[in-house]
């Protein structure tokens, strides 16, 4: 049985257990109860004087939750993390909810693919950089190459003209305003009042001229080539040329948290990929900032990370023109506005590796497939 074989080279992997350890406290313990039609086999990972043990039993431990044989497979390959078969309804809680996952998350991203442990030493070891630099396009390459693998994200100076930015903010404009609640390409997203709001227009490219023409603007290319050639930017797939809104006093987007693109799966397919965002409005305080947290992007992150790490978490101001760039596992946020009537827009266009569009022509997914995070879980087993 996979699962059976899995375990007993992870007991033996004391170095592993060692890392993931320092995630957990003593009170902490986790059963995976994993089950197919035939059997069902659980699994504890218990914490006890400063180790983490995996004992191959089902135990009543803090956490008990219930999964199928083909989930603890997707689980292992990425196609899901463990968050993402929460996050997706997959997995089943006997005891606890996914309120109370807290380091498990990252403790088993350690275990089952040898992610590195954050730690504040990263933060440390970051300070003799100006984390506020930006760049300008002309400035050597090597730098900011050199900065962007470093920090995990990059700023550039007025990258479009003032013309450009306008003609694209006004377009949106009326995009926005005549956009219907029932309209694909929107994504709508409740406030603290209960409203529906529009919080994203995904697939700009299928609806406007000026965003189509963005996958060919010489710029946004020499950004992704920053990250590497092998990088292509995603029309069909990852929501392709999308506007990002972000609202005063919204309850439920979850831009306003912090994140990683890989966080509920597609690890694989999706990282090293580059998110390349154009500020159409400025980005300050009282706005809403775009935040990073440096480093991040080599590394397993808890929720705690952002604020034991303070000193490496940057809030960018923006002006309209500027682009920010950052990994797909950049742990990043877009930080809540504190003024009232804010509405204000970014672009944001996606580069991945060649496997995820190749996988699109093998796969024949649906058009409405394309549109949601499943695509990236059947694009995962192509070659």
Same mark, same amino acid.
């Given at each position: 049985?996979?699962?059976? =074989?899995?375990?007993?080279?992870?007991?033996? *992997?004391?170095?592993?257990?060692?890392?993931?350890?320092? %995630?957990?406290?003593?009170?902490?313990?986790?059963?995976?109860?994993?089950?197919?039609?035939?059997?069902?086999?659980? @699994?504890? @990972?218990?914490?006890?004087?400063? !180790?983490?043990?995996?004992?191959?039993?089902?135990? &009543?431990? *803090?956490?008990?939750?219930?999964?199928?044989?083909? !989930?603890?497979?997707?689980?292992?390959?990425?196609?899901?993390?463990?968050?993402?078969?929460?996050?997706?309804?997959?997995?089943?809680?006997?005891?606890?909810?996914?309120?109370?996952?807290? *380091?498990?998350?990252?403790?088993?991203?350690?275990? @089952?693919?040898?992610?590195?442990?954050?730690?504040?030493?990263?933060? !440390?070891?970051?300070?003799?950089?100006?984390?506020?630099?930006?760049?300008?396009? +002309? =400035?050597?390459?090597?730098?900011?190459?050199?900065?962007?693998?470093?920090?995990?994200?990059?700023?550039?100076?007025?990258?479009? &003209?003032?013309?450009?930015?306008?003609?694209? &903010?006004?377009?949106?404009?009326?995009?926005?305003?005549?956009?219907?609640?029932?309209?694909?390409?929107?994504?709508?997203?409740?406030?603290?009042?209960?409203?529906?709001?529009?919080?994203?227009?995904?697939?700009?490219?299928?609806?406007?001229?000026?965003?189509? !023409?963005?996958?060919?603007?010489?710029?946004?290319?020499?950004?992704?080539?920053?990250?590497?050639?092998?990088?292509?930017?995603?029309?069909?797939?990852?929501?392709?040329?999308?506007?990002?809104?972000?609202?005063?006093?919204?309850?439920?987007?979850?831009?306003?948290?912090?994140?990683?693109?890989?966080?509920?799966?597609?690890?694989?397919?999706?990282?090293?990929?580059?998110?390349?965002? %154009?500020?159409?409005?400025?980005?300050?305080?009282?706005?809403?900032? +775009?935040?990073?947290?440096?480093?991040?992007?080599?590394?397993?992150?808890?929720?705690?990370?952002?604020?034991?790490?303070?000193?490496?978490?940057?809030?960018?101001?923006?002006?309209?023109?500027?682009?920010?760039?950052?990994?797909?596992?950049?742990?990043?946020?877009?930080?809540?506005?504190?003024?009232?009537?804010?509405?204000?827009?970014?672009?944001?266009?996606?580069?991945?590796?060649?496997?995820?569009?190749?996988?699109?022509?093998?796969?024949?997914?649906?058009?409405?497939?394309?549109?949601?995070?499943?695509?990236?879980?059947?694009?995962?087993?192509?070659?």
């Amino acid at each position: 049985m996979f699962d059976v =074989d899995f375990h007993q080279r992870l007991i033996m *992997n004391q170095v592993l257990l060692a890392q993931a350890a320092c %995630l957990l406290t003593d009170s902490d313990s986790l059963c995976l109860c994993i089950e197919n039609d035939a059997e069902a086999r659980g @699994y504890t @990972y218990q914490m006890r004087d400063d !180790q983490l043990f995996v004992l191959p039993k089902r135990t &009543s431990a *803090n956490l008990i939750v219930h999964l199928s044989t083909t !989930q603890f497979q997707q689980l292992i390959s990425e196609e899901f993390s463990f968050l993402g078969l929460v996050e997706t309804g997959q997995i089943t809680f006997e005891r606890g909810s996914k309120d109370q996952l807290g *380091n498990w998350p990252a403790v088993l991203q350690v275990l @089952y693919y040898q992610r590195e442990v954050w730690s504040p030493a990263v933060s !440390q070891s970051l300070k003799r950089l100006d984390l506020h630099h930006k760049f300008r396009l +002309t =400035d050597p390459v090597d730098d900011v190459v050199r900065f962007l693998h470093r920090t995990g994200y990059v700023v550039f100076r007025q990258v479009f &003209s003032f013309a450009e930015y306008r003609v694209l &903010s006004d377009n949106l404009d009326q995009h926005i305003q005549a956009l219907e609640d029932d309209d694909p390409h929107g994504r709508w997203y409740e406030n603290a009042a209960g409203d529906s709001k529009l919080g994203k227009i995904a697939y700009l490219e299928e609806i406007d001229d000026h965003f189509r !023409q963005l996958a060919d603007d010489p710029r946004l290319k020499q950004i992704a080539r920053y990250a590497g050639p092998e990088l292509a930017m995603a029309h069909e797939c990852m929501d392709g040329v999308q506007c990002i809104i972000n609202r005063s006093h919204m309850a439920d987007n979850r831009s306003l948290h912090w994140h990683k693109l890989c966080d509920l799966g597609g690890h694989p397919l999706l990282c090293p990929g580059l998110v390349v965002t %154009l500020h159409l409005d400025e980005g300050t305080v009282e706005t809403g900032r +775009t935040a990073f947290m440096a480093g991040s992007h080599k590394y397993a992150n808890t929720p705690a990370d952002p604020e034991l790490g303070e000193s490496s978490v940057v809030a960018i101001d923006t002006q309209p023109g500027d682009i920010t760039v950052h990994y797909a596992h950049t742990l990043h946020q877009i930080q809540a506005p504190t003024r009232n009537h804010v509405k204000r827009k970014v672009i944001g266009v996606q580069y991945h590796k060649l496997k995820l569009f190749t996988a699109t022509a093998k796969d024949a997914v649906a058009p409405d497939t394309r549109k949601s995070f499943v695509f990236v879980h059947r694009a995962i087993g192509h070659p």
